[in-house]
């Protein structure tokens, strides 16, 4: 199963694997039926969870319901419980949206939720994230997750995140990040897929980030707090939730 993963991870388009999702989704859903884990975002239940990984595949880490991964499943747990993102009036920009999001951000009645993306099908706006038609201080909520490692041009994509984010807002940009890494690496002249994959994780990263990511946003003017919100689980909720307990939620305050 790992490998038939791998294999359409790497050969299909992301936009064609949302499309394709939908279809597969409840035949999932049905087949992994349990009582062994649990996806918080839709409170589902299942035997196992599936695999996911375009280079090193992980075991037992993708709902079959929402399509979550680890980090999604913390970072909804951290919003739930430590935001008033669901209970205050909110305007929230989405970029790259992931669907595991989607539903739930464009029903809550509290939210007016946009979305963008120069590809994703779930875009409302088609815009680059380094020039976004936004007028600035417009979003009291920004997510921005698993895309930053994707851009050349990280910092004018930072840039344009505080300038549309009213003072005071809150942007939780995720990235994937190698703590044991001082400095960022990296090098435009790799353009191989398969040896993007191994230096950089995924063929379309450009860049692998090293601590010295959180003081890049401070420079931009925010103010980062490194919330490693696992701390607050159990063992038995980090393993049945399938949380990744080492995650590290980057909250970004425009001050």
């Known amino acids: 199963m790992k490998k038939i993963f791998k294999f359409f991870l790497n050969l299909v388009p992301r936009p064609l694997l949302i499309k394709i999702s939908y279809l597969f989704r409840p035949f999932l859903v049905f087949y992994y039926s349990g009582q062994k884990y649990q996806d918080p975002i839709d409170g589902k239940s299942f035997r196992t969870m ?31 419980n430590e935001t008033d993102l669901f209970t205050k ?3 929230l920009l989405h970029v790259a949206p992931e669907q595991a999001f989607y539903k739930r951000f ?19 706006v ?15 909520f920004i997510l921005c997750n698993h895309v930053l490692e994707h851009i050349p ?28 890494r001082e400095v960022t690496f990296e090098d435009d002249t790799i353009i191989d ?7 950089f994780g995924q063929y379309d990263h450009v860049r692998v980030y090293g601590i010295d990511y959180y003081k890049k946003l401070e420079k931009l003017g925010f103010t980062v ?30 001050v």
């Open 89 to 91: 009036e909110s305007q």
């Open 193 to 199: 897929k398969d040896e993007r994959t191994r230096i």
């Open 225 to 254: 707090k490194q919330i490693a919100y696992a701390e607050n689980m159990t063992d038995e909720e980090i393993e049945r939730y399938r949380i990744n307990k080492n995650e590290v939620i980057p909250v970004c305050i425009k």
């Open 153 to 180: 041009d990280d910092t004018k994509a930072m840039q344009e995140l505080y300038r549309v984010l009213k003072p005071g807002g809150i942007a939780i940009l995720q990235i994937p990040i190698d703590s044991s």
């Open 50 to 80: 599936l695999p996911y990984g375009y280079d090193k595949v992980r075991e037992n880490v993708l709902s079959p319901s929402t399509l979550s991964l680890e980090r999604h499943r913390l970072l909804w747990l951290y919003l739930i």
């Open 126 to 140: 088609k815009a680059d994230i380094c020039d976004l038609p936004f007028d600035e201080n417009s979003y009291d």
């Open 106 to 124: 464009r029903k809550a009645k509290n939210i007016t939720y946009t979305t963008t993306d120069l590809e994703s099908p779930l875009a409302d």
